[in-house]
């Protein structure tokens, strides 16, 4: 029932709003109509859509309402036929009372577009009420003296009708005696007074039994009776006369009950009993019988209920003295009822908005009116908000007040304002009401997902297991709603070689970022790409963020070993001669890691020789040197197993094996055997690749060295015809037989080349490293010289 009656109120509240806002707008000149009343509901009373000057559809595609003030649905409009019909049957006493014209007060609502019209309907009095004496018997006392001309008010009938449809005259029954006047109060209403015409008798005829009528002026009128006994009494021959036939007095309408008002005085000449008045209120109708009291002893008038002045502003009431015979007289008491400030302004929400956008400029919040019962300056009200908040009151019409927005509102700033609307009078004391009303802001979409970062730095190690979590991207968004609710999704890459779809993947709901496959350092080691973060409003926003993945190396790489080549066939010796001093370059171990950092840090380390002390190896750089002087005791083949070892963790390693050949000069040089490079080559892609560099360099480095040789060996006077052996004077250039950058030797050699002279194969016989270090030493006493070789050449050493 409470949430009925709340729907209820809010409906009234919004008709009120849109009432009054179309009345501010619309013309102040209202149409009048007119209907009897009793007449029947449904019935017409206007054709509406031909008075507004529209079709009757447009009435109802324009959503008309017909508002009433109080919403009493007194009528209703027929939207097919724009006629304005009777809602039910109207008493015009019952809605207006003795209120003349009786006009009810409505209102056309005409929703799209926003219009409003004032219209007034009159109920018509017809003749439904009859006049009703309140007293059916009246008793009249009246002395026998009493002469021709007297006259006796009597009590006038009630007629609920007005106009000519109330109390139009009074008749007597025929007699001898008295006839009747029709008279007028001050308020319109007519009372019958009866005359004497003639004197009366007691011992001729007491008493007299009388009929009063009262007739109405409607068509067919309607009539009352009352009757009226007289009494004929004996000489009492003065009635009681008061001071004065008006009294005028004021009282506040907050006097309590039982206050007096006012005390009335009247006497009699007469004596004795004849002389004694009693006091009463005359012809006091309901209301005023309920207000006051009269002491019939002192005339003392007495509040008997609480006053009102908002609902009766004054009151007349007739007081009556009467002696102890038939004799009375007459006064009237005017009571002017005074304001008081009791009643605190009254606010009508007529419509409200509970929430509203953002970014919408002078948005209406809610329509209300105000009222305060009171009058002149009590009644006058003033209406004010918090000056802290971005809302201004408009006034409109009559006490009418629109909320507004004074500017956008944002939701992000604030999402909702508690204002309290202050309504103060000017009475004094002032009293105020308050209404507190919650307006929230609803969101619009216009702000973008902002991510916490414009790029991100991911950091994942190689060999990950698919579908790692490697992190997270996120993005907020200050608005609400769906409007907040953020997408993610991978942008296409910049680089369309990158294949992104199959490298990572986003999970659209949270950011969290995962590697798809696993990540190879040595392959890929880094790579970016773009995400982007949506919202879900509309139109949509979004944001663009940079990730970038770095790829941490994992020591998943063993070393692997250049030179010497370890899958040929045929082993790679090295010549070393008897004479190499400590520190002497054998060999260089020449490896690579295909990891970085500390994991591709290597280290060399001599694991196991076939003479220990005579050689060492160099940790970092993997040169393999003399560590003593070899001696005539050291077995003539070496085997060396170096071992290299990267800083990863755990440690990766290889091995590699150098032959080591003690000679005592290079008489007879090692060279593998072409089968075993061919082997080695199908053997191993990379070692074909090294074998054919190093052949290549070999063949480069021969053939500079055979070119320079020749030249040389040209230069001199017939040196050739003699079959002498010529050596090459001074040192190659550095960069013809400089290797050590691929690590294979740190230093540069110059060899001595014999040709047999006027040979057409040019016969190499020997080949013999000069060490500068040994320049100074000549060679060694015992080598062995072929008879051959001393036949065709002669061999020296510088």
Not at 245 to 256: A, G, M, N, T
Not at 277 to 298: D, R
Not at 549 to 561: G, K, T
Not at 613 to 620: I, K, N
Request: net charge negative; hydrophobic share 35%; charged share 25%.
């Amino acid at each position: 029932m409470e949430a009925s009656r709340k729907l209820i109120c809010r409906q009234r509240q919004v008709l009120f709003f849109f009432l009054f806002l179309g009345l501010s707008l619309a013309g102040t000149e209202p149409r009048r109509y007119s209907v009897v009343e009793e007449t029947e509901g449904s019935s017409f009373v206007t054709s509406l859509a031909k008075d507004l000057g529209l079709g009757q559809r447009e009435l109802s595609r324009r959503g008309a309402r017909v508002i009433s003030k109080g919403n009493k649905v007194h009528l209703q409009l027929d939207q097919e036929t724009g006629d304005l019909l009777l809602n039910e049957k109207l008493d015009r006493e019952e809605l207006c009372g003795h209120t003349e014209p009786c006009v009810l007060r409505f209102q056309v609502l005409l929703e799209n577009p926003l219009e409003f019209f004032q219209a007034e309907l009159q109920v018509i009095d017809i003749n439904d009420h009859a006049p009703v004496f309140l007293d059916r018997d009246v008793l009249l006392k009246i002395a026998e003296s009493s002469p021709p001309g007297t006259t006796f008010p009597l009590k006038n009938a009630q007629d609920e009708d007005v106009g000519q449809n109330n109390v139009e005259n009074y008749i007597i029954s025929p007699n001898s005696y008295f006839r009747v006047l029709t008279r007028k109060r001050s308020d319109e209403r007519k009372y019958p007074e009866l005359v004497l015409d003639k004197a009366l008798d007691r011992e001729e005829e007491p008493e007299l039994r009388l009929t009063l009528t009262a007739q109405d002026g409607g068509s067919p009128p309607r009539s009352g009776t009352a009757q009226v006994y007289i009494e004929v009494v004996d000489v009492n021959d003065n009635a009681p006369e008061f001071e004065q036939p008006f009294y005028r007095v004021q009282i506040p309408e907050d006097s309590p009950v039982g206050f007096l008002i006012v005390t009335v005085t009247a006497t009699d000449a007469d004596t004795g009993v004849n002389g004694e008045i009693s006091y009463s209120l005359f012809q006091a109708s309901e209301e005023i019988s309920k207000t006051f009291e009269i002491n019939p002893k002192t005339g003392e008038i007495r509040l008997k209920k609480q006053l009102d002045f908002e609902t009766v502003q004054s009151y007349e009431v007739n007081i009556e003295a009467r002696d102890a015979g038939s004799f009375s007289g007459k006064c009237t008491v005017l009571t002017q009822v005074m304001d008081v400030n009791d009643n605190a302004p009254e606010v009508t929400l007529s419509a409200f908005t509970g929430q509203i956008p953002e970014n919408f400029p002078e948005t209406v919040v809610a329509v209300f009116s105000v009222s305060d019962l009171d009058s002149e300056e009590n009644g006058k009200i003033s209406c004010s908000i918090q000056d802290d908040l971005p809302f201004f009151l408009k006034s409109s019409l009559e006490n009418f007040y629109t909320l507004v927005t004074e500017k956008p509102l944002d939701r992000e700033t604030r999402d909702q304002y508690n204002i309290t609307i202050t309504v103060t009078d000017l009475g004094s004391p002032r009293l105020k009401t308050q209404l507190n009303i919650t307006v929230l802001v609803s969101d619009v979409n216009d702000n973008a997902p902002a991510f916490t970062q414009t790029s991100y730095t991911l950091r994942v190690r190689e060999n990950n297991s698919p579908a790692l979590h490697i992190g997270s991207v996120s993005a907020t968004d200050a608005d609400a709603g769906a409007n907040a609710q953020v997408t993610y999704s991978l942008l296409p890459p910049h680089d369309p070689r990158l294949p992104l779809a199959s490298l990572v993947s986003i999970n659209a709901d949270n950011g969290h970022l995962f590697a798809l496959r696993s990540l190879d350092y040595e392959a890929l080691q880094a790579f970016e790409f773009g995400v982007g973060a949506t919202d879900r409003g509309s139109p949509a926003r979004s944001s663009q963020a940079l990730v970038r993945v770095l790829v941490l190396d994992d020591n998943d790489n063993s070393p692997f070993v250049l030179y010497p080549l370890q899958n040929g066939s045929a082993p790679c010796t090295e010549l070393v001669p008897r004479a190499a001093e400590a520190g002497y370059l054998v060999s260089k171990v020449v490896a690579v890691d295909g990891d970085s950092g500390q994991n591709a840090w290597l280290s060399y380390q001599l694991l196991k020789a076939t003479e220990p002390g005579l050689f060492g190896v160099w940790a970092h750089n993997g040169e393999v040197r003399t560590a003593r002087p070899p001696s005539e005791r050291d077995a003539p083949k070496h085997r060396l197993l170096v071992l290299v070892k990267d800083n990863g963790e755990p440690p990766r390693s290889a091995s590699v094996t150098l032959h080591v050949l003690l000679v005592d000069g290079f008489s007879q040089p090692y060279l593998p055997r072409p089968e075993a490079a061919a082997e080695q080559a199908q053997a191993d892609p990379l070692t074909v690749y090294l074998v054919i560099a190093l052949a290549a360099v070999s063949s480069l480095f021969l053939f500079s060295v055979l070119a320079f040789i020749a030249v040389r060996l040209c230069g001199r006077s017939r040196a050739a015809s003699l079959g002498r052996c010529s050596v090459a004077e001074g040192r190659f250039p550095g960069h013809l037989v400089d290797v050590s950058g691929t690590g294979t030797l740190s230093q540069s050699y110059q060899y001595e080349v014999c040709l047999r002279g006027g040979s057409g194969t040019s016969e190499l016989k020997f080949l013999k490293p000069i060490v500068p270090s040994f320049q100074g030493h000549s060679p060694r006493p015992d080598i062995e010289e072929n008879s051959n070789f001393r036949n065709d050449f002669d061999f020296s050493i510088q």
